[in-house]
């Protein structure tokens, strides 16, 4: 994900990352911390209430208050920003947001900066493209491992921006999944 920010956005240098508590939310803090270590200023936002969850995600969090970085609950409009990246929710949101965390993604949805959002932009579900509620609408959306089928159509086309994959150098044989319909279609 710092990669995809230096690629598209080398000059971002204030960066708002908007992290959620689970694994999604982890992959906003590593982002964050590798920011933060290029000397970039970041503010990491959270969801009041939402406590990290324990593994990875917490991890990265610690990880990135090591580097010296701070997180701060959401509590309103957003800062500026040169980039904002959505790291709330992943693929696992199938059901409207609810809530502060509905909030977050109105109101990263409402602000003018670039969002990249991480694996799938808050608010969609990856599998079958719906959008049951309020949903980020990223200028670029950085798929993680394989590509989320439902990022391919329906309302999500409208959310995701351009569309990028980052394999983590993990082959993708090592994976037992049903090829997705864009791979069908593409056939």
Do not use: K
Not at 74 to 80: I, R, T, V
Not at 107 to 129: C, K, M, N, Y
Request: hydrophobic fraction near 45%.
């Amino acid at each position: 994900a710092w990669r995809c920010v230096l690629a598209h956005w080398p000059q971002a240098v204030r960066l708002l990352v908007a992290c959620g508590p689970g694994n999604n939310g982890g992959d906003g803090y590593v982002l964050a911390t590798h920011a933060l270590r290029a000397g970039r200023e970041v503010r990491v936002l959270r969801l009041p209430g939402h406590a990290l969850r324990p593994g990875p995600a917490l991890e990265a969090c610690r990880a990135y208050e090591a580097a010296g970085g701070v997180a701060g609950d959401f509590d309103g409009p957003l800062p500026s920003a040169d980039l904002v990246v959505d790291a709330v929710f992943g693929t696992g949101l199938s059901r409207a947001p609810e809530g502060v965390a509905a909030q977050v993604i109105a109101a990263i949805a409402a602000q003018s900066s670039p969002v990249l959002a991480l694996d799938v932009p808050s608010g969609v579900d990856a599998e079958r493209g719906d959008v049951p509620g309020t949903a980020v609408r990223a200028t670029r959306t950085l798929q993680m491992l394989v590509p989320h089928q439902g990022l391919y159509t329906g309302a999500a086309l409208d959310a995701c921006g351009a569309l990028e994959l980052a394999t983590l150098d993990v082959d993708p044989g090592g994976f037992d999944i049903a090829p997705s319909a864009t791979a069908l279609s593409a056939a």
